[in-house]
């Protein structure tokens, strides 16, 4: 009798094992990600998390970071890990995501997303799919109305703040020669009856020299002959609808900053409130001819141009760290990270303009005079 009972658990078992032993996924190999059915499975992820995806704009897909296949019956499963970026396309319209650019002011880190898709011949479906939008969507928590809050250093409020501090510098200091930014290592705002900045950075001596030059200009750059440093703790208040210029309060004196910490950033290259230092820097705009007076400055202008030049060039390659992938890529025995499917190339901020006088570096007033209830808070 036990024999028998025995057998027939066995055959039960060989039943199950017939019947369901296909259907369980098999363990995955790695595969090419740039394999044309993987970036079919990935297209195919992409739009299935956009569907769920209802105000905002939706994901497109920018590189696929691993990929596995494995056999489920007739369909091959399809493992990945990808990254996707914003665009240009709201939630819920008709266009496919392929059809759309990245959202260049949105942060330069990358979605991580993983996806599980079956395909068959050639129909691709999507069975999971997950993105980590999660830190993108809100701070941590509320600001203190009425308290400094720190601000990052290439805000591009700071451009009235810094410009106006070192316009001031310039008008109070003994030296010869105009002052131009360095570096900033701290800064915050505050809402009071206005706006009220705190800014500490550092200068350095320019070739502009203050009998030539009321103002600094673009061509003020740093004097690599005869090193120089000032740095400053600035306090500016700032109220538009005032029509009034902006109250400074600054304290400086020789040197440079202290060594930066982890915490302290510093400019690009070649930055100052004069300079663009956006990844596509404009065309510089064609300098007078030197006089009898300024020949004798020319040699170091000229060498001080050419450094910026090559300051400029490195600026100007958005794409540095998609160069490094793709060569890493090339490296990699499954091609993996995949190359960009679009270039990335961010936007940090606008360019500064040259200061004129220290009156027309405050914030304009709105055309017709008014204010909002957020100027009023504190």
């Known amino acids: ?29 790695l595969i090419f990600c740039d394999d044309p059915s993987v970036k079919k499975a990935a297209n195919s992820a992409v739009h299935k998390f956009n569907k769920k995806l209802t105000t905002g704009n939706i994901l497109a897909l920018y590189q696929i970071l691993t990929a596995s296949k494995s056999e489920n019956g007739s369909d091959s499963v399809y493992s990945l890990q990808f990254t996707t970026r914003r665009s240009n396309c ?40 997950d993105c980590l939008l999660d830190s993108y969507i809100v701070p941590e ?6 308290c400094p809050q720190e601000i990052d250093q290439y805000s591009d409020d700071l451009r009235g703040p810094l410009t ?14 105009l002052f131009t930014l360095h570096s900033v290592s701290h800064a915050t705002r505050q809402v009071l009856a206005g ?14 020299a203050k009998d030539e030059h009321k103002d600094l200009t673009l061509q003020c750059v740093p004097d690599e002959n005869n090193v120089e440093f000032a740095n400053c703790n600035s306090t500016v208040d700032v109220a538009p609808w ?3 210029p902006p109250q400074i309060q600054i304290e400086c004196e020789p040197g440079a900053l202290a060594v930066p910490s982890v915490f302290v950033r510093r400019r690009p290259p070649g930055w100052s409130p004069l300079r663009n230092f956006l990844f596509d820097v404009p065309p510089m705009p064609s300098v007078p001819k030197p006089t009898a007076s300024s020949s004798a400055a020319s040699p170091s202008k000229a060498s001080a141009k050419e450094e910026s030049s090559e300051e400029d060039t490195t600026a100007s390659k958005p794409s540095g760290s998609s160069d490094v992938v793709v060569s890493a890529a090339d490296d990699s025995p499954f091609h993996c990270p995949s190359k960009p499917w679009k270039p990335f190339n961010p936007v940090n901020m606008v360019a500064l303009a040259p200061t004129k006088a220290v009156a027309e570096a405050s914030p304009k007033p709105v055309a017709d005079g008014t204010f909002s209830d957020a100027d009023l808070k504190g």
Not at 16 to 22: H, I, N
Not at 103 to 120: D, F, G, M, Q, W
Request: include cysteine.
């Open 195 to 208: 706006l009220r900045f705190r800014v500490r950075f550092d200068m350095r001596k320019s070739i502009c």
């Open 242 to 244: 005032r029509h009034e």
């Open 141 to 146: 928590k509320a600001p203190c109305l009425g």
């Open 164 to 177: 106006t501090s070192i316009s001031k510098y310039n008008t109070m200091s003994d030296s010869t020669h």
């Open 90 to 129: 709201q939630a819920g319209s008709s266009k496919s995501w392929t059809d759309c650019d990245y959202l260049t002011t949105r942060p330069k880190e990358p979605i991580s997303c993983n996806a599980t898709v079956y395909v068959t011949g050639t129909d691709a479906d999507t069975k999971q799919v």
């Open 1 to 29: 009798m036990r024999s028998g009972v025995g057998l027939c658990v066995l055959g039960l078992l060989g039943l199950y094992s017939l019947v369901f032993g296909e259907a369980q996924v098999q363990s995955g190999v």
